[in-house]
């Protein structure tokens, strides 16, 4: 079992800058991957960043050059450092984490943070 807790979600101006964390517990596999998740009401759920435990990561385009995605092993955290937000950032952001263990993926969600980039 792994537990994910977010934080640093909030308001923020157009142009500003927030920093998310999504710390994760509990039966951490080796070979892992976390990202960030986020929905905006009438849109899909879309992948923002992800990070493998092997440092590989994947954005999506519409984020990239702005946000920055990076994981601190020895605390199980990972970080999204979002820059030069727009309004069509805001969305409930969720944190996921996958894991392979004795060769089966197990994948965990957190309950998601709020983001709102708004004059």
């Known amino acids: 079992q792994v537990q994910l807790v977010e934080s640093g979600g909030g308001l923020v101006q157009p142009g500003g800058s927030l920093r998310l964390s999504c710390a994760a517990s509990?039966?951490?596999?080796?070979?892992?991957?976390m990202g960030w998740y986020r929905q905006a009401p009438g849109k899909q759920r879309e992948l923002v960043a992800a990070?493998?435990?092997?440092?590989?990561?994947n954005y999506a385009d519409s984020v990239k050059g702005r946000f920055t995605i990076s994981r601190d092993n020895a605390k199980n955290t990972v970080y999204l450092q979002m820059n030069s937000l727009k309004p069509e950032d805001t969305a409930v952001y969720r944190c996921r984490y996958s894991g392979n263990y004795y060769g089966f993926v197990r994948e965990y969600w957190g309950q998601g943070t709020q983001v709102t980039v708004s004059s």
């Open positions: 509990g039966s951490i596999a080796s070979i892992n991957a």
């Open positions: 990070v493998t435990s092997g440092d590989s990561t």
